[in-house]
Protein backbone atom coordinates (compact mmCIF):
# COMPACT_ATOMS: atom_id res chain seq x y z
CA UNK A 1 0.00 0.00 0.00
CA UNK A 2 1.35 3.89 -0.96
CA UNK A 3 0.09 7.14 -1.24
CA UNK A 4 0.14 10.11 -0.35
CA UNK A 5 -0.57 11.35 3.62
CA UNK A 6 -0.76 14.20 5.70
CA UNK A 7 1.00 13.87 9.46
CA UNK A 8 0.45 15.36 12.04
CA UNK A 9 2.35 14.09 15.53
CA UNK A 10 0.45 14.95 19.15
CA UNK A 11 2.30 12.43 21.40
CA UNK A 12 5.57 11.61 21.84
CA UNK A 13 7.30 8.40 22.85
CA UNK A 14 7.92 9.80 26.56
CA UNK A 15 4.37 10.37 26.59
CA UNK A 16 4.83 14.13 26.48
CA UNK A 17 2.74 16.09 23.60
CA UNK A 18 4.57 17.02 20.75
CA UNK A 19 5.90 20.43 21.21
CA UNK A 20 4.83 23.27 19.49
CA UNK A 21 6.13 23.83 16.64
CA UNK A 22 6.42 20.51 15.88
CA UNK A 23 2.68 20.34 15.80
CA UNK A 24 1.72 20.83 12.07
CA UNK A 25 0.68 19.07 9.31
CA UNK A 26 3.50 17.80 7.06
CA UNK A 27 2.93 16.14 3.72
CA UNK A 28 4.71 12.50 2.93
CA UNK A 29 4.40 9.71 0.16
CA UNK A 30 4.19 6.90 2.47
CA UNK A 31 4.89 3.13 1.47
CA UNK A 32 3.76 0.21 3.83
CA UNK A 33 6.27 -2.76 3.73
CA UNK A 34 5.90 -5.33 6.39
CA UNK A 35 6.13 -3.88 9.69
CA UNK A 36 7.58 -0.99 8.30
CA UNK A 37 5.54 2.45 7.40
CA UNK A 38 8.25 4.11 5.29
CA UNK A 39 7.95 7.55 4.94
CA UNK A 40 9.18 9.93 1.70
CA UNK A 41 8.97 14.01 2.21
CA UNK A 42 10.13 16.26 -0.86
CA UNK A 43 13.44 17.51 -0.69
CA UNK A 44 14.03 21.24 0.51
CA UNK A 45 16.69 21.70 -2.64
CA UNK A 46 18.02 19.99 -5.54
CA UNK A 47 21.09 19.17 -3.69
CA UNK A 48 19.48 16.77 -0.82
CA UNK A 49 18.08 14.68 -3.17
CA UNK A 50 21.13 11.92 -3.41
CA UNK A 51 20.54 10.07 -7.07
CA UNK A 52 20.10 6.44 -6.09
CA UNK A 53 18.04 7.58 -3.23
CA UNK A 54 15.44 9.47 -5.80
CA UNK A 55 11.86 8.37 -5.89
CA UNK A 56 9.31 9.68 -8.47
CA UNK A 57 5.48 9.93 -7.81
CA UNK A 58 2.81 11.65 -9.61
CA UNK A 59 5.74 14.35 -11.06
CA UNK A 60 7.59 15.46 -7.74
CA UNK A 61 10.16 13.66 -6.30
CA UNK A 62 10.28 12.36 -2.85
CA UNK A 63 12.90 11.08 -0.67
CA UNK A 64 12.87 8.38 1.89
CA UNK A 65 13.15 10.27 5.45
CA UNK A 66 14.30 7.22 7.88
CA UNK A 67 13.69 9.50 10.93
CA UNK A 68 10.15 9.69 9.71
CA UNK A 69 9.63 6.30 9.05
CA UNK A 70 7.20 4.08 11.44
CA UNK A 71 7.23 0.72 12.90
CA UNK A 72 3.86 -0.23 12.66
CA UNK A 73 4.63 -3.41 15.10
CA UNK A 74 2.00 -3.63 17.48
CA UNK A 75 0.34 -0.44 16.70
CA UNK A 76 -3.06 0.74 16.30
CA UNK A 77 -4.64 2.70 13.30
CA UNK A 78 -8.36 3.60 14.07
CA UNK A 79 -10.52 6.42 12.89
CA UNK A 80 -9.86 9.86 14.74
CA UNK A 81 -14.02 10.55 15.29
CA UNK A 82 -13.30 13.33 17.90
CA UNK A 83 -10.96 14.99 15.54
CA UNK A 84 -13.39 17.50 13.48
CA UNK A 85 -10.94 19.92 12.10
CA UNK A 86 -10.53 17.53 8.47
CA UNK A 87 -11.96 14.52 6.92
CA UNK A 88 -10.80 11.15 6.66
CA UNK A 89 -8.02 11.66 9.62
CA UNK A 90 -7.03 8.72 11.52
CA UNK A 91 -5.23 7.93 13.93
CA UNK A 92 -1.42 5.86 14.82
CA UNK A 93 -1.02 4.82 17.99
CA UNK A 94 2.60 2.64 18.06
CA UNK A 95 3.96 0.49 20.16
CA UNK A 96 5.66 3.15 22.19
CA UNK A 97 2.67 4.82 22.47
CA UNK A 98 3.10 7.98 20.10
CA UNK A 99 0.43 9.05 18.71
CA UNK A 100 0.44 10.43 15.35
CA UNK A 101 -2.48 11.88 12.77
CA UNK A 102 -3.22 10.93 9.40
CA UNK A 103 -5.11 12.69 6.57
CA UNK A 104 -5.97 10.59 3.33
CA UNK A 105 -7.28 11.83 0.64
CA UNK A 106 -10.56 10.04 1.04
CA UNK A 107 -12.59 7.83 3.12
CA UNK A 108 -11.96 4.55 1.09
CA UNK A 109 -7.95 5.72 1.15
CA UNK A 110 -8.55 5.94 5.29
CA UNK A 111 -10.22 2.61 5.79
CA UNK A 112 -7.81 0.67 3.29
CA UNK A 113 -4.36 2.65 5.29
CA UNK A 114 -6.29 1.39 8.59
CA UNK A 115 -7.04 -2.36 7.61
CA UNK A 116 -3.43 -2.66 6.14
CA UNK A 117 -1.80 -1.27 8.87
CA UNK A 118 -3.82 -2.97 11.48
CA UNK A 119 -3.40 -6.09 9.36
CA UNK A 120 -0.10 -6.33 8.81
C1 LIG B 1 0.50 23.83 14.70
C2 LIG B 1 -0.25 23.89 13.39
C3 LIG B 1 -1.28 22.77 13.32
C4 LIG B 1 -2.21 22.82 14.52
C5 LIG B 1 -1.43 22.83 15.82
C6 LIG B 1 -0.43 23.94 15.89
O1 LIG B 1 1.44 24.85 14.74
O2 LIG B 1 -0.89 25.11 13.25
O3 LIG B 1 -2.01 22.87 12.11
O4 LIG B 1 -3.01 21.68 14.51
O5 LIG B 1 -2.39 22.98 16.85
O6 LIG B 1 0.32 23.84 17.10
P1 LIG B 1 2.95 24.64 14.21
O7 LIG B 1 2.89 24.55 12.73
O8 LIG B 1 3.66 25.85 14.69
O9 LIG B 1 3.48 23.38 14.81
P2 LIG B 1 -4.50 21.61 13.98
O10 LIG B 1 -4.44 21.76 12.50
O11 LIG B 1 -4.98 20.28 14.42
O12 LIG B 1 -5.23 22.74 14.64
P3 LIG B 1 -2.34 22.17 18.24
O13 LIG B 1 -1.21 22.77 19.02
O14 LIG B 1 -3.66 22.41 18.86
O15 LIG B 1 -2.10 20.74 17.92
Redesign the pocket.
Known amino acids: KQGFLLR?C?VEADGRK?P??????KMFYASLKGLILFMHKKPKTEEDIPEEEEYRYERQVYTEDIRNSISIHHSLASKATD?K??PNVFRLRTAEWRIF?FQASDQEEMQDWMTMINLA
Open positions: KTTLGKRGWYKRL
